[in-house]
């Protein structure tokens, strides 16, 4: 059973700053990509960030230069690093990441979401 959390979360002013964790936890053998997704009220869910095994990161065009995308790969843990935040970057929050199992079983896995609200 694999799980992932995110943490983070929160109300800030815009032009502030927020960062968002993501763990992985359960039967682990190895972690593929992994990437962030939002989705804000009546929209569908978009990709922001993704890193990949090699360390190779893209953004959505929205948030470059704003947000960065890391990972320490000993914890199993992935972060999103947002600045300069603007209220259209208001959304629910979600993990996402390919991940092969100790029974070598490979599946996508999300978070349940963490809420991210900006104000004007």
């Known amino acids: 059973q694999v799980q992932l959390a995110e943490s983070g979360g929160g109300l800030v002013q815009a032009g502030g700053s927020l960062r968002l964790s993501c763990t992985a936890s359960?039967?682990?053998?190895?972690?593929?990509?992994m990437d962030w997704y939002r989705q804000a009220p009546g929209e569908q869910r978009e990709l922001v960030a993704i890193?990949?095994?090699?360390?190779?990161?893209d953004y959505a065009d929205s948030v470059k230069g704003r947000f960065t995308i890391s990972r320490e790969s000993a914890k199993n843990t992935m972060y999103l690093q947002m600045n300069s935040l603007k209220p259209e970057d208001t959304g629910v929050y979600y993990c996402?990441?390919?991940?092969?199992?100790?029974?070598?079983?490979?599946?996508?896995?999300w978070g349940q979401g963490t809420q991210v609200t900006v104000s004007s």
């Open positions: 359960g039967s682990i053998f190895s972690i593929n990509a």
């Open positions: 996402h990441a390919m991940i092969t199992t100790t029974a070598r079983s490979s599946a996508v896995y």
């Open positions: 890193i990949r095994s090699g360390g190779q990161t």
